[in-house]
């Protein structure tokens, strides 16, 4: 009897020593990815019979197991992807801040994105500008077959706007087939205005230039209030504040960086070099 007294407790202890086993086998700690659990998988688990101290240990023992046939990696050599940054081995010439401007964010261009834009804004009325012209026509001739050039005239205040109306009449015009010598027009709008003291300031004095070089009345008022042409004036009034351009003539590459002859180093040989520069940039992204 004795023995049978001290035999129940004995039972007692052993049996919940084995619960306290089970509970820490059957709740190990999961890794950070199997933390998230259902709802329906919460019920389930709810609803399922409390397995038996017997099962948890085997199942536990089979986790272990498993675990432990995986092989130790072997050690490797690490080797880290490196984006290769061409522009950045370069010795550049020309220094953001100084020679250019970087516009942030990047801003659109008149063209599509199949070519590097370069876009002169400017006015018929600027003297630096007509200082520019046989440069930039010079540079225009001779440029990488993936630059697009183009020009945005500036609309700083009425004057200037009915200039950029000219200039987009005189775009559709040429792309029309109307006027047949576009370089020849162009130079005749610097003449007018820097030669002759001709400032056109009406539309009259406009449509008479225009008739030098064979566009009929009808055709000129046709395409001067023409909705395309009051779209592109629009377009420009959009880039200029965009790319915060303040004076002209200023060179801006690609809708991201903005010069002009001053900043690239105070002539206009220094400006075409950094245009240059600027579009090897971009053709190394």
Do not use: C, M
């Given at each position: 009897m004795k023995h049978l007294k001290w035999f129940g407790p004995l039972v007692l202890v052993l049996g919940l020593l084995s619960l306290a086993s089970c509970s820490k086998e059957e709740a190990p700690d999961a890794p950070v990815e199997e933390m998230d659990v259902s709802e329906e998988s919460t019920e389930a688990a709810d609803e399922a019979p409390v397995a038996s101290a017997e099962e948890a240990a085997s199942e536990t023992l089979e986790l272990v197991e498993?675990?432990?046939?995986?092989?130790?990696?072997?050690?490797?050599?690490?080797?880290?992807?490196?984006?290769?940054?061409?522009?950045?081995?370069?010795?550049?010439?020309f220094k953001e801040g100084q020679n250019y401007v970087r516009l942030v964010p990047t801003q659109p261009t008149v063209g599509s994105a199949d070519k590097i834009e370069v876009a002169e804004l400017f006015w018929y009325g600027c003297p630096a500008c007509y200082d520019l012209e046989p440069?930039?026509?010079?540079?225009?001739?001779?440029?990488?077959?993936?630059?697009?050039?183009?020009?945005?005239?500036?609309?700083?205040?009425?004057?200037?706007?009915?200039?950029?109306?000219?200039?987009?009449?005189?775009?559709?015009?040429?792309?029309?087939?109307?006027?047949?010598?576009?370089?020849?027009?162009?130079?005749?709008?610097?003449?007018?205005?820097?030669?002759?003291?001709?400032?056109?300031?009406?539309?009259?004095?406009?449509?008479?230039?225009?008739?030098?070089?064979?566009?009929?009345?009808?055709?000129?008022?046709?395409t001067w209030g023409?909705?395309?042409?009051?779209?592109?004036?629009?377009?420009?009034?959009?880039?200029?504040?965009?790319?915060g351009v303040r004076s002209v003539p200023s060179i801006v590459v690609n809708g991201k960086y903005r010069t002009n002859a001053t900043e690239a180093g105070g002539s206009y040989p220094k400006l075409i070099e950094v245009i240059d520069e600027l579009t090897v940039r971009e053709g190394l992204r």
């Open positions: 498993e675990s432990a046939s995986e092989a130790e990696p072997v050690d490797e050599a690490i080797v880290l992807a490196v984006a290769e940054t061409p522009a950045a081995k370069r010795d550049w010439k440069h930039i026509n010079k540079w225009a001739e001779t440029k990488d077959p993936n630059v697009r050039f183009v020009r945005i005239p500036a609309l700083f205040n009425a004057v200037y706007r009915l200039h950029g109306q000219l200039y987009y009449t005189e775009e559709v015009l040429v792309r029309n087939g109307v006027i047949k010598d576009p370089a020849g027009f162009r130079a005749a709008v610097f003449q007018e205005y820097h030669r002759r003291g001709n400032r056109l300031t009406s539309e009259a004095a406009i449509q008479k230039l225009f008739a030098r070089f064979g566009v009929s009345a009808e055709q000129f008022q046709a023409s909705f395309e042409v009051n779209q592109k004036l629009r377009v420009a009034g959009d880039l200029l504040r965009r790319y």
